[in-house]
């Protein structure tokens, strides 16, 4: 049986560092948590478990003042549209300052939201397979979907690199881009943020990039890049996953021992509306100045394991299907995952003893 959210919660305070010090100096982050699309068989209780999984992190972010890019795909923004509770909660949400945003993974990735503007044959190819044209709708009815959650998108994470005309009716403010932190190093380094990158032709392109610590070795290496800075932004993104709420939680327990208060929390739409960063065209090299790193002043946490959720015994066969409900079914969708991301999923199944983590014994 899943743990209760409040009994993890209670475990999870044992994780917190001792009394939290003044923010002090550096620089603002953002936190964006991605709601995928789950549009594969079984793929319904998945979403349930992320739905109670995105509840909670949108209260423990609450309750240090921190403000998040909600990111979802048109298949979660049905589900929270589809219930009038779900939908009151999400527009409570959007009145204590959390920004909705979008999330589309495209063809050419293997957990395609199943939206995409190329033709049949186009998209058969993309997608590998054989026979019968491919079809998908699109963007308008995409962004149709979105549009029941808010009138106005402003910030979205886009995966799709095969598909030009979707990307280019997708939100003006994309986090999911190459890394803007010139001469950083380590694997946290993609979500230093020193500027803007503008596109050349469409100047209201603009974009940022994040880093997704989703483990332990992603938590230490993103408050390695965080901690040395002292002004920019700092993005990362998590996936509203019962596997990923311990990694969120220690990230916000680290946030909340140098800024108590939530002073530099920011929503995309605000930096980049805001002016926080500069903004530079796409390809040109940042004026570069010498900056002395300095240490974010904080008190040593110990060393621990990030806590995790009980993972979800997954129940559903070949991937393919659709969640209740939606219009469309969607077939042969490599669905195969990772090692450790807390889903059983058709590879794991059919390769018993390969990832006891996620399908058990």
Known sequence: MLMSFRNVCVCFILFLPAAARGAGPGA?????????????KGGEIQLEESHKALREMVKLADAQNVRLTLLFSAQYADYIASDTARLAELEGWKKTGHEI??????????????????????LTRVRKEGGKSAFAPDHREYLAALARLAPEIKTGCMTDKADKKFIAAAPPYEICGAAQGQGKKGAGAKGV?????????ERSRKRLSSFH???????EAAKSSFSGLQSGVYGVLFKSSPSEFGAFYIWLSFLKNIDPQGLRSRTVSAIVDGKVLTEKEAGSAPARREVKEQSVTAQPEPAREIPRLK??????????????????????????????????????RAHPGRCPRDCGN
């Open 311 to 348: 993972p979800v015994q997954s129940q559903f066969g070949r991937a393919g299907g659709l969640v209740p409900g939606l219009r469309r079914r969607m077939t042969n969708i490599d669905q195969r995952g990772y090692c450790g991301d807390g889903i059983c999923d058709a590879f794991e």
């Open 213 to 219: 610590p989703a483990d332990k070795a992603g938590i």
């Open 101 to 122: 945003g979008a999330y589309h993974q495209g063809p050419d990735t293997r957990a395609w939201d199943g939206y995409s503007d190329l033709p049949g044959e186009a």
């Open 193 to 201: 943020n020193e500027f803007i990158a503008v596109a050349k032709k």
């Open 28 to 40: 603002d982050y953002f936190i964006a948590v991605q709601s995928g699309a789950y549009n594969f």
